[in-house]
């Protein structure tokens, strides 16, 4: 029987979260205050319009309830209609508490079915 379930290349399961986080990010010139449509420990989709060309850097600052999160993630793939999909390659060191909250959280709102 052949399945027509293909792995995953992701390390990390990506995690929903129904409209909870947005992030001013900012590359280049280019800023704006985006939706994020999931993310997880490796990255995150970020909705947006306009494309950032694959390899480019942004810093991102994730704006939650936890408190200041800032990142640093490069653009991997863009999906005309849909946005960024980007890979982190560094974290504030004191914004790691806050980053592991915000993912218990949104793992917690998933397992709710909200």
Partial sequence: MISDVSP???LTTRI???GEVWAYWQCGRRADVQRVRNGSTGG????IEQPLAKGQTANLHFLVQE?????DAVVRRFTPGEG????F???EKECGRQ???LLTRLRDIER???
Wanted: no cysteine.
């Fill in 99 to 101: 980053f592991a909250e």
């Fill in 112 to 114: 709710s079915g909200n």
């Fill in 16 to 18: 929903q979260t129904h």
């Fill in 84 to 87: 960024l999909g980007m890979k």
């Fill in 44 to 47: 995150m989709f970020l909705e």
């Fill in 67 to 71: 408190g200041a999160i800032q990142v």
């Fill in 8 to 10: 995953s290349r992701r």
């Fill in 89 to 91: 390659v560094a974290i």
